[in-house]
């Protein structure tokens, strides 16, 4: 007896310290592992320890049913391995409406899964599943979406409709406002400080996965998303947020893996508030629309990002950065290097100003996105449909780009519009359509031991129309080349050929009609 009552005191004991060290284990605190929602007490957990000062909310190993919880400062949600978290699938339970952003607009909406607005010190963590059971939401957009005839307003989209009077968007965006209806960002952290995120999977988000806006000092790593072909299931969105940190993460979703937002168009640039300082490295994307994104949501700015050491596998686009006219704000400062893509279906590079807006020519306002000093380097791709698109717009050319040490396989080359401080150095581009470098409209070119180990008979490695001041040096065809370089336009001027070795080449240069006799010097 005495042995046992010893032994009852250390457990007791134990126990004592356990909640002291400030660990809340759930089924304690009035939860359930047998997938009984129990939101009230897990939100009363997270209370509990808030008024303490803080703590752990510990999630054991079983299944666990909740609404949406809303985060305090200096709380833990840790998931042990074997639990399993599901967010319930009726939007009930996702009211009342909150301030939070969709898709760059601050509007109210549908609760986050996890909510958290003005805190800081907040961590989710463990080997557990995070299950945003999206589908219910998923559906509910494809019902609004592809109805034929008007469609009686929900009780959530007239809610919506009073709660955001006189919100003001782009008419291109009317579509989407119309809906009345905006899913909810599995996480999205508001205006907060100094947030984790570890270990855990999160899959079927309704929306958006990882969202922090407005956040400062932000760090994901050694996450897993999985998300099935479905709408706007992005991976990892930080918005207007500084200095974020992602790393070791595995993202295999229905939109874009990665993306780095700063707000949308007149509402961006209210808030003026830029994502900047962030980090992207060691990281495999799987299905998804783009690797790591830009944009297009980019009115507050984004600058000071570098992306390594990542892989992209079956994506759909590999590094994107895009905006259009109207959006404003500045793309710059950016660094990709030591990048693998396979199985890419359309571009493995694109930077392009003509995302989703038209195309007329407007003077240079705040309207006017700008795009500069963006590098890339220690690039290798295979099986992609095409190498890159560079597209400008005729008041604001793409500026100050260079490419280094790139090695692509694939359908189609570079084609590069409408810029100027262009640079290639040591890259090749093996094509089987078109030329591996076809550059329009632009200025300040440099094409440095570049070219094709499959040049097409007829068709030229490089392709010049309308460009001025350019160098083309240090290249030597190592495999037979029927043309080298085609050159047409009147304005295309102060073209440079020196360093070159063309013994393999049967027509250095092909001159089209309207090229002036003076415009290429050997």
Partial sequence: MKNILIILCFITGLNTTFAQDG???????????????????IQNAIEKASKNGGGTIFFPAGEYLTGALTLRSNITIHLDSGALLKFSENFDDFLPYVEMRYEGIVMKSFQPLFYAKDV???TITGRGVIDGQGKAWWNEVYRIETAKEPLPPTKYQTMWEEQNKGLYTEPYYKRTVDKKFFRPSFFQAYNCKNILIEGVT???SPFWTINPEFCDNVTVTGISIFNPHSPNTDGINPSSCTNVHISNCHISVGDDCITIK?????DGRKYGKATENVTITNCTMLSGHGGVVIGSEMSGGIKK?????????GTDRGIRIKSARGRGGVVEDIRVDNIVMKNIKEEAIVLSLFYDKGTTVEPVTEKTPIFRNIHMSNITASNVNKAGQILGITEMPIQNITFSNINMDGKEGF?????TDVEFHDVKVNATVGSSFKISDSKNVILDNIGSSTAIKGVPVIKLDNVSNALINNNFPFNPTDIFIEADGKDTKNIFL???VFNNVTTKIKKGASLDKKAITE
């Fill in 23 to 41: 660990w809340l284990n759930i089924l304690n605190e009035g939860g359930n592992n047998k997938g009984i929602k129990c939101t009230q007490a």
């Fill in 120 to 122: 800081e010190n907040i």
């Fill in 202 to 204: 999160f899959k079927n």
């Fill in 262 to 266: 700063s707000g949308r168009d007149g």
């Fill in 305 to 313: 990002i570098t992306i390594s050491n990542c892989v992209f596998d």
């Fill in 415 to 419: 084609t590069v519009s409408t810029a």
């Fill in 498 to 500: 020196k360093n070159n």
